[in-house]
């Protein structure tokens, strides 16, 4: 079936596209076990070849054949995309294709000295992931040398940059830092950004994660509560990823990311594109589509977003759904540093 830009595609669950995240690099400088866990991606962990990433004028070209189709969101992702040479020139290519949501996450480690130009080049909002501000458990989380300092500085000059909104994203584990969710929230409290609480997730195949570490929004929201009385703010959209608090003394947003213990597969709007130019509908795929190859055997853009549409219009996934009902499947998948979660 043949898709064009005035009939946005659904897939076969009826679920629109409309958020679109971009891995420009599989690399990384942090090596988070829920993620990129040292023992496996050590110092022979072989990363993509330079000529086998997409260059920016691919990005861009598929980009907005994906804003045709209904894309409005952008996210620019990892790895840590900030390792990615001149990263503002591609997002000042992005910034360009309409009014779009463009968004980058990252792990703030280099941000103090590129929030600035990362700005000027068109990107409105940030999120930095920053699971503790213990420094031993910030370093037990990320498995890496670098002060937090370095982070908090980070989101500094992002505020210093005029960004339009910043989150804060913290992932957490049973018994390595879920006594961080506290002081995080207190933390940024009154300072604008919203902080977000993601359940640790069985993505990949390297992070050896167990049910038993998931620690459940509920019990976070229950434990906050107690200590900072929150009410719920609805929805903004369609597909939201996670549920919204608001505490009740004006302190701040508060976010929360239930893909284990309350899957949102139903809303979900996202694909996702590897930064060699495979396309992946879910965050849990086991295998993705290759883009890079009719990009550069000369395919038209009319080919291509025929080749985009038909491939939504194909989706059912919902894994995160198919969990809550069984037992994790075993069957390898691709890893989150690569599509970028």
Not at 181 to 191: A, C, I, K, Q, Y
Not at 318 to 333: G, I, N, Q, V
Request: glycine residues 8%; contains cysteine.
């Amino acid at each position: 079936m043949e898709t064009s830009a005035a009939q946005p595609p659904a897939d076969r669950l009826g679920r629109p596209l409309r958020d679109l995240r971009i891995s420009v690099t599989d690399r990384c400088n942090f090596r988070c076990p829920y993620c990129m866990p040292r023992r496996v991606f050590g110092p022979d962990w072989k990363f993509l070849p330079r000529d086998e990433l997409l260059h920016f004028e691919e990005i861009e070209r598929l980009a907005r054949l994906f804003v045709e189709l209904g894309v409005r969101k952008i996210r620019l992702t990892g790895g840590e995309p900030l390792l990615r040479r001149d990263l503002p020139d591609l997002v000042r290519r992005l910034a360009c294709l309409g009014d779009l949501d463009l968004a980058l996450t990252t792990n703030g480690s280099l941000l103090p000295a590129h929030a600035g130009a990362l700005r000027a080049a068109g990107l409105r909002r940030l999120t930095v992931s920053l699971d503790s501000l213990d420094e031993d458990e910030f370093h037990r989380m990320n498995d890496n040398e670098l002060a937090l300092s370095t982070v908090l500085d980070g989101i500094a000059a992002a505020e210093r940059a005029g960004f339009e909104r910043i989150k804060i994203n913290s992932v957490v584990v049973r018994g390595v830092n879920e006594d961080a969710v506290l002081p995080l929230v207190e933390h940024f409290g009154g300072s604008g950004h919203v902080v977000r609480f993601i359940e640790y997730m069985d993505v990949g195949a390297t992070n050896q994660w167990r049910h038993d570490q998931v620690v459940p929004a509920r019990e976070l929201l229950a434990k906050i509560a107690s200590v900072h009385p929150l009410e719920p703010i609805e929805p903004a959209y369609r597909g939201e990823v996670a549920k919204r608090w608001r505490r009740c003394d004006g302190g701040g947003e508060i976010g929360f990311v239930t893909s284990v213990s309350e899957p949102f597969c139903g809303d979900c709007t996202r694909a996702r594109l590897s930064a060699e130019g495979r396309l992946y509908t879910c965050l849990f795929a086991k295998a993705g589509h290759d883009l890079r190859a009719p990009l550069r055997d000369g395919a038209s853009d009319d080919e291509l977003r025929a080749l985009l549409g038909g491939i939504w219009q194909r989706r059912a996934d919902r894994y995160s759904e198919l969990r809550a009902r069984s037992a994790p499947s075993s069957e390898p998948r691709v890893e989150m540093s690569y599509l970028g979660g």
